[in-house]
C-alpha cells in the first residue's frame, strides 16, 4: 500500500509518500480499506517535534488517527462488521491507503453522511464532546462558556453541552462573532474585546479549545467550586485560582459516542465545516494549510 511516512522531525517537507508493507487485521482487528483521514493540530506538531519531550516518536512512523472508509478484512473473533461496510473511527497510522482498527473503536457511518466528510469527525467531535461530557461535567441549568468555539472541537463541545441542557457562552475573536452566531449557543462572547470580557460575569464552568493568555484570564471567570476543563492542560496560572478544579482532558476512542454525534452531523444538527480535500500523497501541503489556523478540517483523500 502507499502510506506517508516520517523518518525524522521536522517540517512538513518530511513527509514521505511511499510504498510499505500493508497491514493485516489480527485478532479482534478490522482491516479498513481508506476513503480519507484528516489533519489534525497532534499531526504536525508530533511531525515538528514541538511534543517529543513527553510523546517522543520511534521511526519510521505514519501518522494520523481519523479514519472513515470500506471494511477490507475481519480479523479472527470479530462480529459486527463484514468486508464493504462503511466504517469510521478514532485508530492510528490513518496517513494510509490501509489501516488496521481494534473492533470496539470502530463504528458503522450512519445512512445520510457522506464516506469521505465522515474522516472529519471522530478526533474533534470525541475530543468536544469529553471535554463536556467528562471535563467540566456541565449539568442543566449551568452556565458554560466555550473558548475557541467555532473551532471544529468547540463546535463540538457547544453542541454537547445543548443536550446536557446548560446555558452556552461560546467565546470566540471578534472576526467570528458573526459566525458564531449560527452554532447553537445562547450567547457570543468576543474574547479579545476587553470591554466584553469586563462585563462577563461569572460562569460554572469554562471549556478550553485556546490556551494562552485567553485562558488566563478565563480562569478568573470561573466561579469557587466550578471547573476549568481544557484540552491543551492547565493555564499559566492556575495555582493563583484555587477554588477552581482544572481538568486536562486528553480524548480516547469512543465508538458507541462517536456513532451518536455522527448521526448529529448526518442529521445536520452539529456541522463541522470542511475546508478543502487534497490527495493524500500533497499531506505536507495540508498539514501546512491546517496549522495557519482559522479554516475548516482539511481532509486527506487516500
Known sequence: MKAVVLYEYGGPDKLKYEGVADPVAGEGEVLVRLAATSVNPIDYKLRSGAYKDFMPLTFPWIPGNDIAGLVRQVGPGVDGFAPGDKVMARGTSAYAELAVVRAEELTLVPDGLDLVEAAALPVVT???EQLIRRGTGIKAGQTLLVAGAVGSVGRSAVWTAKKAGAIVLAGVRTKQVEEAKGIGADEVIALDD???????????????????KTAEALIGKVKQGGVFASVLGPPGNAKMNPTVR?????????????????????????????DRMVPLEDAGVGQAAAAKGGIGKVLLLA
Open 126 to 128: 470525541l475530543t468536544g
Open 194 to 212: 476587553t470591554a466584553a470580557m469586563e462585563k462577563l460575569g461569572f460562569v460554572d464552568a469554562v471549556a478550553d479549545t485556546v490556551g494562552g
Open 246 to 274: 482544572v481538568v486536562p482532558i486528553q480524548m480516547v476512542a469512543d465508538a458507541k459516542t462517536l456513532r451518536s454525534l455522527a448521526e448529529d452531523v448526518a442529521a445536520k444538527r452539529l456541522i463541522i465545516p470542511i
